[in-house]
């Protein structure tokens, strides 16, 4: 951002908070507080990041008071010209950005883009060959008799996703989800030696499951996945492959996943969310080969509310944002950058899942400390070190305690962070790791040895004012 900008954007948010706190101060100041809190804190959380502030002035406007139910030519609501607009604009950047035949920029969340890809499936490979078996074009028309059939083919379709314990996300076909009542679900793990996704063992488990969907894609796994391989799999046994590239979506974008490690031209549908490392507004997308992208088109209001057009300018800004060269530079470092806090955390003595990473996480085992992934993540905590616990395989601490801490690289890249700071990251982290003892037999409880937070918060204090947040921001 050039200086003439900064000064702009400095004073439309001293403006825009100005005027909120003439209608609800306390709002104004949370606000405000979250600015002073996010720069202050070390924030390793692997799927956060910080969007430019292009990205989000671009949402605090009227285009939120439209109403646009519907796709772009085809609303409920007359007056849609200008989200047209926007919509057009943001999908043609998604599909140039990734290379894909048809995008859509309505989903608000991740969760949302599944659900909705989860439907196009089913509507593409259930109940279109269901209706065109009873000779009618819509459902409206079927029989009593016809639709009851109809609606028990579509709610007995089988998924085959990542285990939540190997870095699998809930919306991939678990319990806790709608997901994992709408499928019958079978998961696949890592291999118990390597930690690594073992091909074959996904290919034998497909073959004897037949799942309907293939899911590729995970929350915590530090690994690149290959795409070419799971198609194949998916290929072989008639599944359609839906890859959920939520995570990894701004590795994708940055070019630094290309060739099989590229989802996008393997998949029949991928999903991803924005703002994770894509660095965009809350949200989510969807790209989908030709096959689908009817059915995906229908996902407002078939699954949706209505489009946010406010939020879906901010992707398009976003998206234009991630298809420039300095992305790609950013993908680089954001990669480069796990790489040596994991070598920062290795010759220190601990233990990572699967050894290292080829992405932007780095999953470390808080076990070979003797915590729990609860005590661990308080205790980084009380440091001023933001992260959150995660399951790793085969956890002995169950979904809740657990036995990993997750971490991420892409909001510190976006800071500035570089090689040296992200080893310097992993020595505070294991100083603090080392002076947390558990309390007796608790999974909660735990001390932290007195002067490790206030020496931890003194040395990431320093590491924040070298990269400042926003600098561009006066505020
Ligand atoms: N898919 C994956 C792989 C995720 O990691 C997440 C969020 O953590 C989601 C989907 C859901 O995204 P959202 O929180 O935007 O609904």
Not at 287 to 307: E, F, I, N, S, T
Not at 446 to 469: C, F, H, I, Q
């Amino acid at each position: 951002m050039t200086a003439e900008y900064a000064d702009t954007a400095s004073a439309a948010y001293r403006a825009a908070l100005q005027v909120v706190e003439s209608v609800e101060p306390r709002i104004a100041a949370a606000t405000r507080k979250e600015l002073a809190d996010q720069r202050d804190s070390l924030k390793l959380i692997a799927s956060e990041n910080y969007a430019s502030p292009a990205v989000l002035l671009t949402m605090g406007s009227w285009l939120s008071d439209k109403y646009a139910e519907g796709t772009i030519g085809h609303r409920f609501y007359a007056g849609c010209q200008n989200v047209d607009t926007v919509e057009s604009v943001a999908a043609e950047h998604a599909r140039e950005l990734f290379g894909a035949p048809y995008a859509y920029v309505q989903p608000h969340s991740g969760i949302d883009a599944n659900l909705v890809a989860y439907w196009a499936i089913l509507a593409t490979r259930v109940e279109a060959p269901g209706l065109a078996e009873a000779g009618v074009k819509h459902v409206n028309n079927l029989s009593e008799q016809d639709w009851e059939a109809l609606r028990h083919k579509l709610g007995n379709q089988r998924l085959l996703g990542m285990s939540l314990d190997a870095g699998g996300h809930l919306t991939h076909g678990f319990r806790p989800n709608i997901s994992g009542k709408m499928f019958h679900q079978r998961s696949y793990g890592t291999d118990p030696q390597t930690e690594l996704l073992d091909y074959d063992k996904v290919a034998a488990t497909a073959r004897e499951f037949k799942p309907l969907i293939l899911v590729a894609g995970y929350s915590a796994y530090p690994r690149r996945i290959n795409f070419a391989t799971m198609r194949e799999i998916a290929d072989e046994v008639g599944a359609t492959l839906m890859v959920d590239m939520a995570h990894f979506a701004g590795l994708v974008a940055g070019k630094v996943f290309t060739g099989d490690e590229d989802p996008v031209p393997h998949a029949h549908v991928t999903t991803t969310t924005t703002h994770k490392s894509l660095r965009g507004p809350r949200g989510g997308l969807i790209l989908a080969q030709r096959q689908y992208a009817d059915a995906v088109d229908k996902g407002c209001p078939m699954v949706l509310g209505g489009p946010l057009a406010h939020v879906m300018a901010a992707k398009a800004v976003a998206l234009a944002e991630a298809r420039q060269p300095e992305f790609q530079s950013y993908a680089q470092r954001v990669a480069d950058n796990a790489k040596a806090l994991a070598e920062g955390f290795l010759k220190r003595g601990a233990r990572l899942v699967t050894g290292g990473t080829d992405n932007h996480i780095v999953l470390l085992d808080v076990t070979s400390f003797g915590l729990t992934g609860r005590q661990a993540e308080s205790a980084l905590l009380d440091a001023g070190v933001v992260t959150n616990r995660n399951s790793i395989p085969v956890d002995p601490n169950g979904a809740w305690y657990t036995s990993g801490i997750r971490f991420g690289t892409p909001a510190l890249t976006s800071r500035g962070f570089g090689a040296g700071d992200f080893d310097r990251v992993a020595e505070l982290v294991v100083d603090v790791l080392k002076n947390t003892t558990p309390e007796g037999t608790s999974k909660a409880k735990y001390t932290l040895a007195d002067g490790t937070a206030e020496r931890v918060r003194d040395a990431s204090a320093e590491l924040l004012k070298a990269n400042p947040l926003y600098p561009e921001l006066t505020l």
